[in-house]
């Protein structure tokens, strides 16, 4: 699996086998199997052996438009860790996430396995975004907005101005440690279609290449908005083709001023509507 051109990452708690099914049927890029929030401490174990179930009836790893397969450990400190990762490492998993995401909780994981998506969900989570970033197995960040907002004491705002650094800092921490761009903070109203695309674009702008989700109402809009547009592909395919065998100077397209920046932003887009 690609984990860098996921865009819908679709959460279903580990301890019900019917959202799990539904889940890993859906349209989602990825399908996140929760082990951790979504299931009550007395269920822990039951979560884990519901989650075997449903991966093993669900659409094989290999097929053609299956989704991604993760794993929502509980968070290192608690009575569950270890545990998870022992059940981790007998599953096929494309990815594991780690919730309240440190530097050493990841290193706890160790150096081998599948690729990480860390979950930035704390203040000093967030003061070290880059170095969770850059840590060799993390392959994405993802901003957790109601464990950090709980922290930090922000109040919700429908435009989501409140959580515009934590999210500005974790897509800036992303790129500058040389992995993909982050995933997006769950939208929490089930039945704000509007407000869920606003937010998607709003976030796209910032540097975000993907969102969470917990219903798979929400995929199709996640999607469809973190995709490139026909006329972003058609903008892009001119841009690249003009400057085809130049490697540096500037040129005008289409009327405006392009250079090797605006470039690598084209074969971007390219790339991503190539997945």
């Excluded at 959460?11 to 049927?25: I, N, T, V, W, Y």
């Excluded at 800036?172 to 937010?199: M, N």
């Excluded at 973190?226 to 841009?239: H, T």
């Amino acid at each position: 699996m690609d984990l860098p051109h996921l865009r819908s990452l679709l959460f279903a708690p580990g301890s019900d086998e019917r959202k799990l099914e539904k889940a890993l049927s859906s349209a989602a890029d990825g399908v996140v199997c929760d082990l951790e929030d979504a299931v009550a401490p007395g269920d822990k174990e039951t979560a884990r052996e519901v989650t075997t179930l449903a991966l093993a009836q669900g659409v094989p790893r290999a097929q053609r438009g299956a989704p991604a397969r993760l794993l929502r450990i509980n968070a290192a400190g608690t009575p569950w860790f270890e545990d998870d990762l022992a059940f981790a490492a007998d599953l096929e998993l494309d990815g594991i996430v780690l919730p309240k995401s440190s530097p050493e909780s990841v290193e706890l994981l160790g150096s081998s396995g599948p690729p990480v998506v860390a979950i930035i969900e704390t203040a000093m989570g967030l003061r070290q975004a880059f170095e969770i970033a850059s840590e060799p197995r993390v392959a994405a960040l993802i901003v957790g907005a109601v464990d950090l907002g709980a922290e930090v004491g922000l109040e919700p705002r429908k435009d989501g101005q409140e959580i515009l650094y934590a999210r500005s800092k974790v897509a800036i921490d992303s790129a500058a440690a040389g992995i993909r761009g982050p995933f997006d903070v769950v939208h929490l109203d089930l039945y704000d279609g509007e407000g869920l695309e606003e937010q998607c674009r709003f976030a796209r702008s910032l540097g975000f290449r993907g969102k969470a989700c917990i219903h798979p109402a929400h995929v199709d809009t996640i999607n469809r908005v973190f995709a490139p547009s026909e006329q972003e592909i058609a903008w892009a395919r001119d841009v690249v083709d003009a400057f085809e065998g130049r490697s540096e100077g500037v040129l005008a397209v289409n009327g405006a001023m392009v250079d090797k920046p605006v470039v690598d932003r084209a074969r971007r887009i390219l790339q991503e509507a190539g997945r």
